[in-house]
């Protein structure tokens, strides 16, 4: 065998015996891309440089890959290009980092995709009006790749979707170049995991699943991946490594549906759904610790399931599990609303005229990423029954339009005086930067849907869990 199977515990491909270009018979496709993989001169194209495609060039760029980002937005690569990030947690001086290592350019100008030995897409695949997959950002960037695709190759589809799409969707695409998947070209699918803003775990040490779609295809992106990531798990097929993400992202609804529907049960018990949790993951094994929120949010756990629930009725069945999360997930908002209305009405007020403040206009903590934000269904329903509403969130100076809401606001100062006008404050995100016993001190009326102020105590009434 020439070259070693990747796997978890092959050495560093560093390591590997390569021959030489110019010794011996000519070598093959696969043969110089692995070589220029481990000189670490072959080009790395990520396409789509957002939270997922922007860490995959720092990730490239740091291993000594030469890296060209694409995206279609003229904006955000006159930004990348001077220097300048447009993602919170991702600081300009990175940018300039990456600047500086003269490893990386970025452009709009996709023929330049040429000049990539190996792409990365990493672009976004939504839901439609009638919750079916949106491939439109894929098959667009397929239709791009198939203009100048050349031997040699490498294409990597890294954006979630259902199991069959890199085989039935991406690879016809690529093929109507006339090159042929396997023999002219190299194709993959790996999932991205990033979890932005986890200070414990970005695009360097989560293990990277690979699916090839043959075994020279499987081999060659193994080897990419393995020269900047410790641990590289290799699969079957595409379809394994497809699925592998729904599934990871399904476990998560499933999960968080759970323990959004014994939240609502134990409160009318009395019983603490936090503290529950608290307890119940001290077990050593057999549990892991979900906890509820105000509804799901983010580009992955309310979407990719359904892409599986879409894809499964082409096969007669139904991801029963899958849509009862997604009942549950769905009402969060409406029993906050719920909540809050009960809350006011027990002090005597009505919803018609109250001042909420909302806190947190992100899906989750600590960043400033608000896509399907459960935030904004909740102020919106709040508008609707008359309250007025304001918000603050350290992280998103003002409410970006979103799709099917009409909510537009701008951040308010989290002071003494802001605070104390309203008649109820609703936290419903756990940024790190809230000082949580201020917030407590000086709210009249406190509504908790995160478990953020549960180690704060205070007299009476005042801080209700929904
Ligand atoms: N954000 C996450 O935490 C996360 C985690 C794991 C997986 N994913 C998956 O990764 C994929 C990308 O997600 P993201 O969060 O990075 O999205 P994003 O919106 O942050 O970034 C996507 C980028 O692609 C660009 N784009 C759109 N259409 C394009 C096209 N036709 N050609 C080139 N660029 C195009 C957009 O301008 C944008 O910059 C999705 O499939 C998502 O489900 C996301």
Known sequence: MRYPEVTVDSPSISTWVYPEESEGPPIGEDERVMLSIARRSARVGVIGLGYVGLPLVELFASGGFPVLG??????????????????????????GALQASERFQVTSDFARLAEADAILICVPTP?????EPDLTAVTKTGEAIAKVLRQGQLVVLESTTYPGTTRDVLCPILESSGLKAGDDFFLAFSPEREDPGNPNFSARNI???????????????CALYQAAIPRVVPVSTCEVAEACKILENSYRAVNIALVNELKQVFERMGIDIWEVIDAAKTKPFGFQAFYPGPGLGGHCIPIDPFYLTWAAREYGLHTRFIELAGEVNTA???????????SLNDLGKTIRGARVLALGAAYKPNVDDCRESPSFEIMELLQERGAVVAYNDPHIPILPPRRNYSVRLESQPLTVEVLAEQDCVLILTDHAAYDYEFIVRHSPLLIDTRGATRHISVQGEKIIRA
């Open 207 to 221: 293990p990277k699943v690979v699916g090839g779609w043959d075994a020279a295809s499987s081999r060659i992106a």
């Open 332 to 342: 969060m908002p409406h029993y906050v609303v719920q909540r809050v209305i009960e």
């Open 127 to 131: 839901l439609g009006n009638h919750r």
């Open 70 to 95: 694409f995206d279609v937005d003229n904006h955000k690569i006159k930004l990348l290009s001077t220097g300048q990030s447009y993602i919170g947690h991702i600081p300009s001086s990175r940018i």
